[in-house]
């Protein structure tokens, strides 16, 4: 089995301009994640998947192979899932691994770990999800003490593992599943200045500053 790593990274973006590249505690946000790709002991191969020059740049700077991503997959409108069709077929592979460097934060280790818990259970499953039990409610829903509530699996957007066939098949998961719980700070994902802040406060800490 064929494993390889991908991370899209487009170059427009709508809630922080040049999010994908922005200074994150000290270098540019993709790097977290290509530092942690090219970490893992079970990916072949890694790549970052971009239509943007400086993007890839930065990417290959930090170790990176690059894939060449048509612009037209790279609007406010296009499907993630296009993407990630595209780059099997440029790059032909058995296992990809998803990451998005807008969740910036993993663990040591974490990428194999789900690796590791996919072969461990293939074929009974087809992907690996990170997230975390999520027990919001809607505002009028009956009253119920928060520790009743059984939640339900919310995947975090960090890391994902699919068989390319579910991807080929134009879907990223199945019913065929392994959730893997992180914590809170695993989990952050960033869509605004907010988010923002509060990944470099743990990235900062976890660095010792």
Not at 58 to 82: C, F, H, K, M
Not at 128 to 138: D, E, R, S
Not at 153 to 174: A, E
């Amino acid at each position: 089995m064929s494993i390889v790593g991908i991370t899209p990274a487009r170059g427009g973006s709508k809630g922080i301009l040049r999010k994908n590249i922005k200074v994150i505690a000290g270098k540019p946000l993709i790097s977290w994640t290509i530092e942690s790709a090219l970490a893992s002991k079970h990916l072949d191969k890694y790549f970052v998947s971009t239509e943007d020059k400086e993007i890839a740049k930065i990417s290959n700077d930090y170790g990176a192979e690059v894939i060449d991503r048509p612009p037209e997959l790279a609007t406010d409108t296009s499907l993630i899932i296009d993407t990630l069709q595209h780059a099997v077929k440029t790059v032909p592979h058995d296992i990809m691994v998803l990451l998005q460097c807008t969740s910036p934060i993993r663990n040591e280790g974490r990428i194999d770990e789900c690796i590791e818990l996919y072969k461990k259970n293939y074929p009974k499953i087809d992907n690996v999800a990170t997230g975390f039990i999520c027990k919001f409610q809607p505002y009028n829903s009956p009253p119920r003490n928060r520790q009743d509530i059984s939640g339900w699996f919310y995947d975090d957007g960090n890391l994902y593992v699919l068989d390319t066939k579910l991807i080929l098949q134009g879907k990223t998961r199945s019913k065929h599943y392994l959730p893997v719980y992180v914590s809170k700070e695993e989990s952050i994902e960033i869509d605004d200045d907010f988010d923002f802040w509060m990944a470099e406060q743990i990235l900062l800490k976890r660095m010792g500053k």
